[in-house]
């Protein structure tokens, strides 16, 4: 009888909820990703004239920084028309970005945003490795660190092949020469 409670209790206050929230985040993440797609549904996408010109227009207006707009629609509907001559031969947005980056010097804005599109969910991931990484740095036998101390273990487990590329041995006997910083009172 008890436990079977205990076994109700995991459920409902741990599994149950933990299960919600995954699926709650997977949902709002394949939302997100749906409304990306939907920007760059030019590149791969044959719709009606209308509707692409306003998703170029959009495209434009989310990216105005990131590209020029002068003579943008012209460029991009000749890269588009190039994509279906050789549509067998890029099927992927990867081997699309690969035709764009070869091209760059004709299509710099279409290389761009595809470069974009390519690197938004890589983006996303970065932050979420740094915090799984948070629970390996900050983990039951350091509970009690203190802000500045977590910042810095996490910086260096994250950047973890540049530290590896340090002599240790080297910052030890430097500090070790230096002058005692002791006072005495």
């Known amino acids: ?3 079977l409670k205990i076994r109700e209790n995991f459920l409902v206050n741990s599994f149950y909820v933990i299960c919600d929230r995954t699926s709650a985040e997977l949902s709002r993440r394949s939302g997100i990703y749906e409304t990306v797609i939907e920007h760059f549904f030019v590149f791969f996408d044959e719709r009606l004239p209308e509707i692409k010109k306003k998703a170029v227009q959009k495209l434009k207006g989310i990216y105005k920084d990131d590209i ?12 588009l028309l190039f994509l279906k001559e050789n549509k067998d031969t890029m099927n992927t947005p990867i081997e699309i ?7 760059v010097s004709t ?5 761009i945003l595809l470069k974009i599109f390519l690197t938004i969910p890589i ?7 740094s915090f799984s ?12 660190m203190g802000e500045d ?11 973890q092949d540049v530290l590896n590329q340090i002599d240790t041995a080297k910052i030890i006997d430097q500090f070790a020469q230096e002058k005692s910083r002791r006072k005495v009172i």
Do not use: C, T, W
Not at 72 to 79: A, C, G, R
Not at 133 to 144: E, G, M, Q
């Open 107 to 111: 299509f710099p804005n279409v290389e």
């Open 1 to 3: 009888m008890m436990n």
């Open 68 to 79: 020029e707009s002068f003579n943008f629609d012209d460029k991009l509907d000749q890269f």
């Open 97 to 103: 970005y690969r035709v764009a980056k070869e091209m």
């Open 123 to 129: 983006s996303n991931a970065s932050g979420e490795i």
């Open 149 to 159: 101390k977590l910042n810095s273990m996490a910086i260096l487990y994250i950047e």
């Open 133 to 144: 990484i948070l629970k390996r740095v900050k983990n039951y036998l350091r509970s009690r």
